[in-house]
C-alpha cells in the first residue's frame, strides 16, 4: 500500500447523497480479479452517457476533473452492499480522499484497508467545499493526514478525526497484513516460548 502523508489534488464535486457501492461499481464486474484495473468500472452506469450539454454530464466526463484524486460527496457515501470493489474503482481509478459528512459503515472500513482516506467533516463544512469546488472546476484541496487537516485555496481550514492505528497504517503505508509482518520475529519469538509440544 502507497503510504499518504499529505495530498494537494484537484477535488471532485459529487453532490448526490446517497451513493452506493452500485453505483460506484456496478455487480456486473464482481468477477473480475483484483489485478484487472477497477477504475475502468467506476461509475460505468453514469459515465460516458450521451448528454443534451456540458451541465448534464455526469461529473466525472467533464475534462476539469479527470486528474481529480480527491471526492467530495453528500451524506452515506459507500452505502448498500459490502462490496471491497467499490474501493479498489476509486483507488484505481487515482482518487486517494473521500470527503463527506458520512459514510456506509463497511464502505469506511474497507478504504481504509485499502489506502483511501475517507474524511468525515461537518454537513455546513461539506456544503462550502462543494460550493467552492463547483465554482471554480478543476480547483485543489490539500489534505495533511500528519496534521489531519483540508484546506481550501480562500483559507478555509477543517480539523478531521481518525483512528490512530488506521492513522498510522496509512501514514506508513501499511495493510494488516503488512502490520503483522513487521512483527514476524516478534510472533516466532512468542510462539518459540510458548511451544506446547
Known amino acids: 500500500?502507497?503510504?499518504?502523508?499529505t495530498l494537494n489534488a484537484?477535488?471532485?464535486?459529487?453532490?448526490?447523497?446517497?451513493?452506493?457501492?452500485?453505483q460506484i461499481v456496478p455487480a456486473r464486474y464482481l468477477q473480475k480479479p483484483r489485478s484487472d484495473d477497477f477504475g475502468h468500472y467506476l461509475f460505468r452506469d453514469l459515465?460516458?452517457?450521451?448528454?443534451?450539454?456540458?451541465?448534464?454530464?455526469?461529473?466525472?466526463?467533464?475534462?476539469?476533473?479527470?486528474k481529480a484524486q480527491i471526492m467530495v460527496a453528500r451524506d452515506n457515501f459507500g452505502c448498500g452492499s459490502s462490496r471491497e470493489h467499490a474501493v479498489w474503482a476509486l483507488y484505481d481509478y487515482g482518487f486517494r480522499v473521500g470527503i463527506a459528512p458520512s459514510f456506509g459503515d463497511i464502505f469506511y472500513g474497507n478504504a481504509l484497508k485499502n489506502g483511501f482516506l475517507p474524511i468525515v467533516l461537518r454537513k455546513e463544512d461539506v456544503d462550502h467545499l462543494l460550493a467552492v469546488c463547483e465554482a471554480e472546476p478543476g480547483l485543489r484541496l490539500q489534505v495533511d493526514l500528519q496534521a489531519q487537516h483540508v484546506r481550501a485555496p480562500d483559507g478555509s481550514c477543517y480539523t478531521f478525526d481518525i483512528d490512530g492505528f488506521a492513522r498510522h497504517c496509512l501514514l506508513q503505508g501499511l495493510d494488516e497484513i503488512d502490520y503483522t509482518l513487521a512483527s514476524a520475529d516478534r510472533i516466532a519469538e512468542f510462539e518459540h516460548r510458548h511451544r506446547t509440544w
Open 10 to 22: 484537484v477535488a471532485l464535486p459529487l453532490a448526490r447523497a446517497n451513493v452506493d457501492t452500485d
Open 47 to 66: 459515465r460516458n452517457r450521451p448528454a443534451r450539454d456540458e451541465a448534464s454530464r455526469f461529473v466525472l466526463d467533464l475534462p476539469a476533473y479527470h
Open 1 to 5: 500500500m502507497q503510504a499518504f502523508t
